[in-house]
């Protein structure tokens, strides 16, 4: 060592264990030191002396033959990297997006280009290649030419040594399944592996023994000017401090801890590779464990986690225990009593208590979220055997729990602002309404309050939830968005759900937030309903086991009401033991249960009435351009009446069908000669995969894409009967006398159906004083009539209110006109439903006629035929 140059031997003095003199100064090392290197030097012997056929021979193959290495491009190092693209996979899932963990999402183009698709995995956006510009991606998941599904079952882990500098290095790593803490021993017992071939070799040369290993697309920095022992050495001690954390322990424990699992695998001469799920090992006879290919790497570890690793990980603190009755000493005095920390502090004298006070020196290790995310982290297989402990303790959704409390004000906050300013706001309106005077505005009294409590609960949601929302759907949130925290002094567009600008901010937030929300209480559900849970669960929690609840019903009693400070008071207060010595045990089945206690609710479905801005509500006509539409018969619209009885199941009609309109205008994807002959309830599960049955037998069976501007039109009657109750006081003025009379008699001669469903479309509009109440009404009437669809109707219209005796009539009147109209379109229904069955009454009533003579007959039948062709010429027509 004293021949090794000078910048390096410090880093190969953790070979000696004497004093050395540094000038005229003695140093020697400390206790921790001389545990950390005898340990090491220990590991070293056993791997010299173990044959092929143990695990320790891969080991050996890198600490004494490094040269070979990396020889036929073929070498696989233990506690390296995985596979880029589970990486990757892992990385989203942490942070909190949305990946469909069943569907494949790797992609490549035609070149070998990879790229990942979230979501639900399939293609509906596209762009460019980067490597040869081909069109890849798809749209509506169908996928480009060039876009090809990637084999995600071939592992394609990278060769070589790939860690960068320790300081640079993550503390936390994860890697093949396995979890963090065996992960951090894997590269410890690599480094010590590395470090030995130091020692081995140690020269005034000093060689660089692995600069040839090192994978060049990796970012590992052990090449020159950094010397490898100053780079293993950093890994190692840092291997030391990060495993000593994990397991909650000291440097004496892992020292012993090691030295035991060490000693095992000496007297185990041949390790044979763990079993596969089948029961049968996976290769027949002695396996030599010097091969390092990705198979041999992987079954390496799998083996070594299994038959060692695991269980000293698992009774650190019970073989502690073993160790000190084994090799502690046998007196019993309270001095040795004292310094093992478990004196009986009752059996002192008052004056010795008061005189040492010997509590001081008492150790109980503190009780934190580490403490309880360290001890699951210990557990094999903890997402399994504690599954909801597992996900609440992962980032985001801890993070975020208190704002799955602020659910019910949140819809109900959107429920507020519709029922006030849709259809009475415009955007332009809205960018000028500070939050805080629209709050101020709020009377009576008792509404405020409902409005100020649902406030605090949508800006509480957004300023823990919103920091960690990166995307809406395909859309990534713009950073002047990310940016804001919601306050009273913004804009009211904020808190408007819309799909565009401000909007994407509440509807990202309320959705993702509902997504969050269901994805832990299916998790939940699955747990309660497992094999060890059920009998024990089910007793307690049955009247708890809930289904789904629309988002317009959700009360206080269906949220998740729950958060960090809950969940470390009840593990404090309730799960809580301490070991001699003061080493803590916490009690996770009982956190476990307690957690599905507290979180067993209801899905939410999240149903919210779009926002209408004033202006812009252009749909229905847009519609038209894309598909052409067809009115209703009123046979059909009756029915669906008879069957639709409650706004609260015509709006879920309703909602599907701007759901749908919204979708085939943003993508175009229904255009086609054929596109309107499509049922609606087929459109929306093989289109929209929404796959819930639509609550009416007639609309599954009769509403066609065709039909969706007059089936929206019925579904706005059903949810608000009367469509004049937000109309401005400004246009409800009466009708001048007269005109009472004349207007009344007119009215039962007009289509008055037909001019009711045209003033429908701006009856919502007229809650804003935007058009001028002296402004005639045949100005405004004439523009929500279409002459390509109805000609004759804007003739008698025109005829009437704007040539006529009625052109006097103004937009002050047209809530009197509307009602007039309304009562009209009444009677004339009635009149011809009467009539009808009238007809049909007298019909029956008739007598069977006397047989006809063969001319008669003839003759009959020939006009009957006639008829029939008429009448079916005129249908098609009219179809």
Same mark, same amino acid.
């Given at each position: 060592i004293n021949a090794v140059p000078a910048n390096v031997r410090d880093f190969y003095r953790g070979f000696t264990i004497a004093a050395e003199k540094d000038g005229e100064k003695m140093t020697t090392k400390s206790m921790q030191e001389l545990l950390r290197w005898r340990a090491t030097g220990h590991i070293i012997a056993v791997i010299l002396g173990a044959p092929k056929t143990s695990l320790l021979a891969m080991l050996r193959k890198i600490m004494l033959e490094p040269e070979t290495l990396m020889m036929h491009g073929n070498t696989y190092l233990p506690a390296m990297d995985e596979d880029i693209r589970n990486r990757v996979m892992k990385a989203l899932l942490e942070k909190g997006e949305n990946i469909w963990k069943q569907k494949s999402h790797w992609y490549k183009c035609q070149c070998?280009?990879?790229?990942?698709?979230?979501?639900?995995?399939?293609?509906?956006?596209?762009?460019?290649?980067?490597?040869?510009?081909?069109?890849?991606?798809?749209?509506?998941?169908?996928?480009?030419?060039?876009?090809?599904?990637?084999?995600?079952?071939?592992?394609?882990?990278?060769?070589?040594y790939m860690l960068p500098r320790a300081d640079r290095d993550d503390k936390h790593v994860t890697f093949r399944e396995v979890q963090n803490t065996s992960a951090r021993a894997f590269r410890l017992l690599l480094h010590t592996a590395m470090y030995g071939a130091l020692g081995a070799t140690a020269s005034e040369a000093t060689p660089r023994l692995f600069s040839h290993i090192v994978n060049p697309d990796s970012m590992c920095d052990m090449k020159d000017p950094v010397p490898e022992a100053q780079f293993i050495v950093e890994h190692l001690e840092q291997d030391w401090k990060l495993l000593t954390e994990f397991l909650g322990s000291n440097q004496e424990s892992l020292a012993a801890g090691l030295h035991d699992m060490m000693h095992k695998m000496q007297a185990c001469k041949e390790d044979e590779p763990v079993k596969g799920n089948n029961g049968a090992a996976s290769s027949s006879g002695p396996i030599c464990w010097e091969e390092l290919t990705l198979t041999s790497r992987n079954k390496w570890e799998e083996t070594m986690e299994r038959n060692y690793l695991s269980k000293m990980i698992e009774l650190i603190t019970t073989n502690t225990l073993e160790y000190w009755s084994r090799w502690g000493s046998e007196d019993d005095s309270k001095f040795f009593a004292e310094l093992r920390e478990d004196a009986k502090l009752h059996t002192f004298s008052v004056e010795k208590r008061k005189s040492d006070l010997p509590q001081l020196w008492a150790f109980r290790k503190p009780v934190d979220l580490e403490e309880l995310m360290l001890k699951e982290s210990l557990v094999k297989k903890a997402e399994e055997i504690y599954p909801v402990l597992h996900i609440v303790l992962q980032r985001p959704l801890l993070s975020i729990l208190p704002a799955l409390g602020c659910l019910v004000g949140l819809f109900r906050w959107h429920s507020l602002l519709t029922t006030r300013f849709s259809n009475r706001?415009?955007?332009?309106?809205?960018?000028?309404?500070?939050?805080?005077?629209?709050?101020?505005?709020?009377?009576?009294?008792?509404?405020?309050?409902?409005?100020?409590?649902?406030?605090?609960?949508?800006?509480?949601?957004?300023?823990?939830?919103?920091?960690?929302?990166?995307?809406?759907?395909?859309?990534?949130?713009?950073?002047?968005?990310?940016?804001?925290?919601?306050?009273?002094?913004?804009?009211?567009?904020?808190?408007?759900?819309?799909?565009?600008? @401000?909007?994407?901010? &509440?509807?990202?937030?309320? *959705?993702?937030? %509902?997504? #969050?929300?269901?994805?832990?209480? /299916?998790?939940? $559900?699955?747990?309660?309903?497992?094999?060890?849970?059920?009998?024990?669960?089910?007793?307690?929690?049955?009247?708890?086991?809930?289904?789904?609840?629309?988002?317009?019903?959700?009360?206080?009693?269906?949220?998740?009401?729950?958060?960090?400070?809950?969940?470390?008071?009840?593990?404090?207060?309730?799960?809580?033991?301490?070991?001699?010595?003061?080493?803590?045990?916490?009690?996770?089945?009982?956190?476990?249960?307690?957690?599905?206690? @507290?979180?067993?609710? &209801?899905?939410?479905?999240? *149903?919210?009435? %779009?926002? #209408?801005?004033?202006?812009?509500? /252009?749909?229905? $006509?847009?519609?038209?351009?894309?598909?052409?539409?067809?009115?209703?018969?009123?046979?059909?619209?009756?029915?669906?009446?008879?069957?639709?009885?409650?706004?609260?199941?015509?709006?879920?009609?309703?909602?599907?069908?701007?759901?749908?309109?919204?979708?085939?205008?943003?993508?175009?994807?229904?255009?086609?000669?054929?596109?309107?002959?499509?049922?609606?309830?087929?459109y929306l599960s093989s289109v929209l995969k929404d796959c819930q049955d639509l609550p009416s037998s007639t609309v599954k069976s009769e509403i066609r894409?065709?039909?969706?501007?007059?089936?929206?039109?019925?579904?706005?009657?059903?949810?608000?009967?009367?469509?004049?109750?937000?109309?401005?006081?400004?246009?409800?003025?009466?009708?001048?006398?007269?005109?009472?009379?004349?207007?009344?008699?007119?009215?039962?001669?007009?289509?008055?159906?037909?001019?009711?469903?045209?003033?429908?479309?701006?009856?919502?509009?007229?809650?804003?004083?935007?058009?001028?109440?002296?402004?005639?009404?045949?100005?405004?009437?004439?523009?929500?009539?279409?002459?390509?669809?109805?000609?004759?109707?804007?003739?008698?219209?025109?005829?009437?209110?704007?040539?006529?005796?009625?052109?006097?009539?103004?937009?002050?009147?047209?809530?009197?006109?509307?009602?007039?109209?309304?009562?009209?379109?009444?009677?004339?229904?009635?009149?011809?439903?009467?009539?009808?069955?009238?007809?049909?009454?007298?019909?029956?009533?008739?007598?069977?006629?006397?047989?006809?003579?063969?001319?008669?007959?003839?003759?009959?039948?020939?006009?009957?035929?006639?008829?029939?062709?008429?009448?079916?010429?005129?249908a098609s027509k009219r179809w």
């Open positions: 070998g280009y990879n790229f990942f698709i979230g979501e639900c995995g399939r293609p509906m956006e596209e762009t460019k290649c980067p490597q040869c510009a081909v069109t890849i991606g798809g749209r509506d998941h169908n996928a480009t030419a060039a876009t090809k599904a990637d084999d995600e079952n071939e592992d394609r882990s990278p060769q070589g706001l415009s955007r332009a309106q809205a960018g000028q309404m500070q939050i805080r005077n629209v709050l101020a505005d709020v009377r009576p009294e008792s509404e405020k309050i409902i409005w100020q409590r649902a406030w605090e609960d949508f800006k509480s949601a957004w300023h823990t939830a919103w920091p960690h929302i990166e995307r809406h759907g395909c859309l990534v949130i713009p950073d002047h968005f990310k940016n804001v925290m919601i306050s009273e002094e913004h804009s009211l567009l904020f808190t408007i759900m819309d799909q565009n600008n @401000e909007g994407i901010c &509440p509807t990202a937030l309320t *959705e993702w937030l %509902a997504q #969050q929300h269901n994805e832990l209480v /299916q998790l939940v $559900s699955t747990a309660m309903n497992r094999g060890n849970h059920r009998e024990m669960e089910r007793a307690r929690l049955g009247a708890r086991q809930h289904g789904k609840v629309s988002s317009r019903l959700l009360s206080e009693h269906d949220e998740i009401k729950f958060s960090e400070d809950d969940l470390m008071r009840f593990v404090k207060s309730r799960c809580v033991t301490y070991n001699t010595g003061g080493d803590v045990n916490l009690d996770l089945r009982q956190v476990e249960k307690h957690l599905l206690r @507290e979180m067993s609710r &209801p899905e939410i479905t999240v *149903e919210v009435t %779009a926002f #209408q801005w004033l202006g812009e509500s /252009q749909t229905q $006509s847009d519609l038209k351009e894309v598909i052409a539409q067809k009115a209703l018969t009123q046979d059909i619209e009756q029915r669906i009446r008879n069957e639709l009885k409650t706004p609260a199941l015509a709006n879920t009609c309703l909602q599907k069908v701007q759901m749908a309109t919204s979708f085939i205008l943003k993508s175009g994807s229904s255009t086609g000669e054929n596109a309107g002959m499509v049922f609606f309830q087929e894409l065709i039909h969706l501007v007059a089936f929206e039109k019925l579904l706005n009657t059903i949810v608000s009967p009367d469509r004049t109750s937000g109309v401005a006081p400004k246009y409800r003025t009466k009708l001048p006398e007269e005109l009472q009379a004349p207007f009344e008699t007119c009215a039962k001669k007009l289509p008055a159906k037909k001019l009711t469903d045209a003033m429908d479309q701006i009856a919502e509009t007229l809650g804003s004083e935007s058009i001028s109440a002296k402004a005639p009404l045949w100005e405004t009437l004439r523009y929500l009539l279409d002459e390509d669809e109805d000609a004759a109707l804007v003739e008698v219209s025109q005829k009437t209110f704007g040539e006529g005796p009625f052109g006097a009539l103004l937009m002050e009147h047209w809530v009197e006109v509307y009602q007039v109209l309304h009562a009209a379109a009444d009677v004339q229904e009635d009149e011809g439903v009467a009539g009808e069955r009238e007809r049909r009454g007298e019909e029956a009533d008739l007598p069977p006629p006397p047989p006809p003579s063969s001319a008669a007959a003839a003759a009959s039948s020939s006009s009957a035929a006639a008829a029939s062709s008429s009448a079916s010429a005129s």
